[in-house]
C-alpha cells in the first residue's frame, strides 16, 4: 500500500524555522517526485516544492523562494522541507503528494492539486506572531 506520512508541524515563533518530514512506503521512492502543499481553511492548497529524489531537481514556488530548502534521504524514503524565516502567513496544514506519470520523477512544471495521485494526511504548522 502506498503511503506518505508527513510529520514534524508544531507551534513556533514568528521568524523561527521548522524541518518537515514526508516518510514514503509502498513505492519506487526513486521513480516519482515528491511534492508539498499546504493549505490554509478556506483557502485553495498551494503547491510549495518539488524534488526528484533521482535527480536532486528541485522546484520551489515564489511564496518559499530563497525560505525552503526541500532534500531528500533515499535511505529512508523521506522527504524534507526546512522552512526558515517563518511568518504568520505561513501558517497552515502541510501535505506531500506524488503522481506517477510518463515523466517518472521529474517534477511538474506546475504543481497542480488535481494532478497529485497521492497525499499524505498532512501536518499542521502554527505560526505565532
Known amino acids: 500500500e502506498l503511503q506518505l506520512v508527513e510529520s514534524g508541524g508544531g507551534r513556533v515563533q514568528a521568524g523561527g524555522s521548522l524541518r518537515l518530514s514526508c516518510a514514503a512506503s509502498?513505492?519506487?521512492?526513486?521513480?516519482?517526485?515528491i511534492t508539498w502543499f499546504r493549505q490554509v481553511p478556506g483557502k485553495e492548497r498551494e503547491g510549495l516544492s518539488c524534488i526528484s529524489s533521482s535527480t536532486g531537481s528541485t522546484y520551489y514556488a515564489d511564496s518559499v523562494k530563497g525560505r525552503a530548502t526541500i532534500s531528500s534521504d533515499n535511505a529512508k524514503n523521506t522527504v524534507y522541507l526546512q522552512m526558515n524565516r517563518l511568518k504568520a502567513e505561513d501558517t497552515a496544514v502541510y501535505y506531500c503528494?506524488?503522481?506517477?506519470?510518463?515523466?517518472?520523477?521529474?517534477?511538474?512544471?506546475?504543481?497542480?492539486?488535481?494532478?497529485?495521485?497521492?497525499w499524505g494526511k498532512g501536518t499542521l504548522v502554527t505560526v505565532l506572531a
Open positions: 509502498g513505492f519506487g521512492f526513486d521513480d516519482v517526485p
Open positions: 503528494a506524488t503522481v506517477y506519470s510518463e515523466y517518472g520523477s521529474t517534477c511538474p512544471l506546475n504543481l497542480n492539486v488535481e494532478d497529485m495521485d497521492y
